[in-house]
């Protein structure tokens, strides 16, 4: 285990220089952003990596709430945690890339927003973590959880025609269109990179709440037999 | 030993929180008090003009009702807490849905109430005029204070499990109400403004509505029962 922890985190290491290597050196400076678009290769792949973070939470709380097994408590609290460091990180390169190319900070376009209250609502999961005892803390997040599985579809389609009845001051266009062949080589690699990392974080965030588990029960057994 | 029906102990429970309610008034003054309130400051906030409040009005209707159904859910089940009638509503074999159902009804008559009282102030405030049809609000109306109670009181039920008790129920409830929200204000919108129809936003809300009641009664036994 300890071993393949180790290979997985020499890989990651390694996907994520040569990722940097791509976006920052081999890349084309695109024609009209000039280098600002570069934080392209960070922003987006940061956050597929939030995204999957919450689907893999969404997933461990719902197996959670049916088989009740500790480790899958331990999976959905780590990807929250990840997950919500993510899409931060994407809340705040988004604006850095915006500014120069758009001339605005932040709009409240149907993308911008939905991620923000996908961010809103795991930040809530995280609080409700916080304030809750160590018994009750895995269910009602898992239930929370459930509700925002529920709610997403909702937040994307509301957002999604509140915008389209209003103008949009966006002055590019999608970035997906016409990529140049190199750029879409770069953006893949830096992609499959950040799976890897998110992988890699969740996985040693899981780990630390496996150990953190295992301390609880034994002050918990000792308690118990100083008692008896 | 059969287990009592579901809807004799859901009409039992609701005509007994009903029945406190009546001759108490707490969670009704609190909550039309405190909407007053918010209406009072969003008037020097704003400083509308009547042509202008007919554009922002949707939006600070339900702001005030959010925020005074918020009061309401708090009190939800702090009474039951207080002499662990939830502890022995778990070990006796109701239903634990019948418990939910009741509270929830409850909450939606008490936000529904305030509704009814909080809606002339608005016209007399705003001097609002509504240019599309009435009854429209009134559907409106209807499906979001559901929409705010059922996901409410769950998690009002959830929120007193947890250590800063009051606090932790907007934190959680805003965040998942924000579809909702934005349904019911530019519905709402639609109406006063008769810009366009409210209708899409009217069947988002009756689904959100369908879809989180389930949610909540597939859900509520298993938050009566964490420990």
Known sequence: ?228 | MTSPSLTAITRATLAKDLRLEWRSKDAINSMLFFALLVVVIFAFAFDPTAEESRRIAGGLIWTALLFATVVALNQTWARELRNNVLDAYRVSPAPANAMFISKAFANFIFVAVLQFLMAPLFVVFYSLRSVGPVWQLVVIGLLANWALVVNGTFFAAMSIRTRNREIMLPLILFPISIPALLAMVEATTQVLTGDSSPRFWIQLLAVYDVVFTVVCLALFETVLNAE
Not at chain 1, 142 to 169: C, K
């Open chain 1, 1 to 228: 285990m300890k071993n393949a922890f180790v290979v997985f985190a020499l890989a990651t290491l390694a996907l994520l220089s040569y990722g940097l290597y791509m976006a920052l050196v081999v890349a084309p400076t695109e024609a009209t952003m000039g280098d600002v678009q570069r934080i392209f290769y960070y922003h987006v792949p940061n956050a597929w990596a939030a995204f999957l973070c919450f689907a893999i939470n969404a997933v461990a709380s719902i197996w959670y709430l049916l088989k009740r097994g500790l480790k899958s408590d331990a999976i959905a609290l780590a990807s929250a945690e990840v997950g919500v460091v993510f899409c931060t990180i994407v809340l705040i390169t988004g604006p850095i890339w915006a500014k120069p190319v758009w001339g605005i900070w932040w709009t409240w376009d149907a993308r911008l927003t939905s991620t923000l209250v996908l961010w809103l609502i795991y930040v809530a999961y995280l609080m409700l973590r916080r304030f809750s005892s160590s018994g009750r803390a895995p269910v009602l997040a898992a239930v929370l959880a459930v509700f925002g599985f529920f709610d997403v579809p909702f937040v994307y389609l509301s957002i999604r025609i509140f915008r389209t009845q209003h103008p949009q001051p966006v002055m590019g266009g999608g970035e997906n269109s016409g990529l140049d062949p190199v750029m879409a080589h770069a953006f893949l690699w830096n992609l499959v990179a950040f799976t890897f990392y998110a992988l890699l974080v969740i996985w040693m965030r899981y780990r630390l709440q496996i150990a953190e588990q295992a301390v609880e029960e034994a002050h918990a057994e000792r308690a118990l037999g100083e008692r008896a």
